[in-house]
């Protein structure tokens, strides 16, 4: 994958909970780039697969055919961003997200605090005194 740069959303917020700026990063690449980087015994395991199985007759042809397939049409998506933590308490994480909404004249931005349920994960940010997350979303593509 090649990080073709970063995309910075421009937030404005009067909480102190958001004093550095909050961005989004978008990791770029193509179906192809992806298709070429998986392994034969990683493919296979996507396949649900030994990972050691000779692919052969028609298991080959649509494994190759759908391995072209993607290099061609795949349009994966990665983006990340770091939220801040507002509480933890027990099993609940607070975080606060900010949202952008382009509008005619000029955007705004909205602040929300959005709850997760988690005892393990609760536990964890305490133990390590955290104060932010990083949000991950990934996608194969369309």
């Not at 990080?3 to 909970?17: D, L, Q, T, V």
């Amino acid at each position: 994958m090649t990080n073709r740069g970063e995309h910075r959303e421009e937030n404005i917020s009067s909480s102190a909970a958001f004093s550095a700026v909050p961005s989004t990063i978008f990791l770029h690449c193509s179906g192809e780039e992806i298709a070429n980087a998986i392994v034969q015994r990683e493919y296979n395991r996507l396949l649900q697969l030994p990972r050691d199985r000779e692919l052969e007759g028609d298991l080959l042809d649509r494994a190759v055919k759908a391995r072209e397939w993607y290099e061609k049409h795949g349009r994966p998506f990665v983006a990340a961003r770091r939220v801040p933590i507002v509480k933890v308490s027990e099993e609940i994480i607070s975080v606060g997200a900010q949202f952008i909404v382009p509008g005619r004249d000029e955007s705004r931005s909205y602040t929300r605090n959005i709850t997760l349920h988690s005892l393990v994960v609760s536990q964890r940010l305490t133990a390590g005194e955290a104060n932010a997350l990083m949000i991950l979303a990934c996608s194969a593509g369309p």
